[in-house]
């Protein structure tokens, strides 16, 4: 355990130079931002589609995330922006096509391969709504279903969800083919103050940071992290309705949602429930920073465990700096999550992921610590004991590079290495050190300029 923290406290470490670097030049970035935002109002003073950010009319776009949430001002946006009269859209979308072995070595006998393609796409709408409003709508979809399978992918050491009524356990489960179908409606009372209202069947309530696959620092890694139901797995919840008010760069949100995870059937809609609560602040100090906590009272999540609720509380730090040069950017998330449900079952995880990314390659990394218990990995209660909770620590390097450009559209060659180490008691049925590794085909939109 103090091995596993010292590890943490190392890894964090790397994040003092950022912020030394990132005052050094912190006045650079607000004049910055107060030329996109001036920029911003001179397009509609001459007719132009506004170019604001989804949830308000004064932050720039960059700052535009899952959900309500923010990113950092510097956050790289891959995507396709078309004009049309009074709206603006935008594409978003990413594709694997990839091959995915875990357990390459066979040190256990837990692991499994397969070729399949994890992949989302997102098309947003906004529009001013005479001379204080803003009106936004966004639409995910996934055909994961169909590309990766109703039991999901392999991959050590995940859990969560179910497939033909039994638990998922090694496996990440699919995502709905309806990810997102949201509104949102936000009047501003002044250029510091908004007030707004999000709605979701599904969506996502205001808790935790951005969901991973809308990361930057996550988006070259196909993987979904260990640590997912313990920080970010509402990001598709079929019922949300979310109030905020924005003041400067604070922000303060509560969600009513619906606790119960999706189930099985992933290309219908879920029954609303409202029966679950969350809280968040965030606040971005600079252009390079997006700061968060929240907490939530999750009713029912798992299906395999109906009668358990959770107690759900999340903190992280985002960073994105905007490098010299054309689409150059290094993006940092440092995410805690830490599930409740009573003195016997309280789970910590951990996670910090780099990615640095440019018009040609990539190279980043993720390092995961984070607490499971046996009945979660599928053990009988005989075999360790009823509160039997166990360490589990994953990192994850990997890099790409372009093939090809076909108009808006990269493709990028990449692999990946995984290497796990579970507690010792885990090691009869996972190996001491297991080894995962994938190669695939990224297929991605190129970078977005705010013009």
């Known amino acids: 355990m ?90 978003h979308y990413n594709l694997f096509l990839r091959y995915n072995n875990q357990d390459v070595f066979e040190a256990g006998n837990r692991g499994d391969s397969q070729f399949d393609a994890p992949n989302w796409i997102m098309l947003m709408g906004q529009r001013f709504v005479g001379n204080r409003g803003l009106f936004r709508f966004s639409g995910m979809i996934s055909l994961d279903p169909l590309t990766v399978g109703g039991n999901g992918y392999p991959l050590l050491f995940q859990t969560g969800e179910t497939y033909e009524g039994s638990p998922l356990i090694d496996r990440q489960h699919p995502h709905d083919l309806f990810s997102e179908l949201s509104v949102g409606y936000i009047h501003m009372l002044s250029e510091d103050t908004d007030v707004f209202v999000y709605l979701g069947y599904p969506g996502e309530p205001a808790l935790s940071n951005v969901a991973f696959m809308h990361r930057p620092s996550a988006l070259n890694n196909p993987d979904s992290p260990l640590g997912h139901h313990w920080q970010d797995a509402t990001h598709i919840t079929f019922g949300v309705a979310t109030l905020g008010v924005r003041y400067r760069n604070f922000k303060l949100e509560g969600s009513s949602f ?54 759900r509380t999340t903190a992280s730090v985002l960073y994105g700096n905007k490098l010299a040069g054309d689409n150059r950017f290094f993006t940092t998330t440092l995410n805690w999550g830490y599930n409740y449900v009573d003195a016997h079952h309280k789970e910590h995880s951990v996670l910090l992921e780099s990615n640095y990314q440019n018009d040609r390659y990539a190279l980043y990394g993720r390092y995961e610590w984070l607490q499971k218990s046996a009945e979660e990995l599928g053990f009988e209660e005989d075999t360790f004991g009823h509160d039997a909770l166990f360490g589990i620590q994953a990192l994850t390097i990997g890099a790409n590079r372009q093939v090809a450009q076909l108009g808006s559209i990269n493709l990028h060659l990449g692999a990946q290495v995984s290497v796990f180490r579970g507690s010792s008691e885990l090691h009869e049925y996972y190996g001491d050190l297991p080894v995962s590794a994938q190669v695939y085909l990224r297929v991605f939109p190129n970078l977005m300029v705010p013009r």
């Not at 030394?20 to 109002?41: I, S």
């Not at 790289?76 to 049309?84: L, Q």
């Not at 809609?269 to 029966?275: T, V």
């Open 2 to 91: 103090k091995k596993t923290i010292l590890t943490v406290l190392l890894l964090s470490a790397t994040l003092v130079p950022l912020v030394a670097q990132h005052q050094g030049h912190q006045q650079q970035a607000q004049d910055t931002t107060k030329h996109m935002e001036h920029q911003q109002h001179m397009n509609v003073q001459h007719g132009d589609m506004p170019m604001s950010h989804a949830f308000s009319r004064n932050l720039p776009m960059n700052r535009n995330a899952s959900g309500t949430g923010w990113l950092p001002d510097e956050s790289p946006m891959y995507g396709n922006m078309y004009h049309r009269e009074d709206w603006m859209f935008m594409l």
């Open 258 to 311: 619906t606790g119960r995870e999706p189930d099985e059937e992933r290309y219908d809609f879920d029954k609303p429930r409202f029966d679950s609560r969350a809280i968040r602040v965030t606040y971005n100090p600079s252009t390079q920073f997006s700061l968060q906590a929240s907490h939530a009272y999750v009713k029912s999540p798992e299906v395999a465990e109906p009668e358990e609720d959770v107690y």
